[in-house]
């Protein structure tokens, strides 16, 4: 679940099947997806998405479409999300939560393509 107007990354797992009002929005995880769905809150809660979805899209609003353009290197995530863990095996260095900077000889590890 997520709110949908806003320009901050807002998410929420529900697993006791709660009602929301039309301000946000929900997703179900195919049973395929390659990461559980408390993992995927954390990440996309994270600075890190934040920053990106910042940088891509100037927006008020939270739209699937855009979502799903969001790079998730799932190969870095286990049973669950962990920023320091993430950011050290992309080879960035959190400076704070609004700057990221891709450590020397990293760039090769975050190639990704805008589906937009």
């Not at 954390?42 to 855009?66: A, G, P, V, W, Y």
């Amino acid at each position: 679940m997520y709110k949908f107007i806003s320009s901050k990354l807002v998410f929420f797992y529900d697993n006791k099947q709660r009602l929301f009002l039309n301000s946000a929005n929900m997703f179900v995880l195919k049973e395929n997806f390659p990461i559980n769905a408390h993992a995927l809150k954390e990440l996309l809660n994270s600075d890190l998405m934040q920053f990106i979805f910042e940088s891509l899209f100037k927006t008020h609003k939270i739209l699937r479409k855009d979502l799903e353009c969001l790079p998730l290197f799932v190969q870095f995530i286990n049973n669950g999300f962990d920023e320091k863990f993430y950011l050290k095996n992309l080879g960035i260095e959190k400076k704070d939560p609004k700057h990221f900077t891709i450590r020397k000889n990293h760039a090769h590890r975050l190639s990704f393509s805008f589906r937009g």
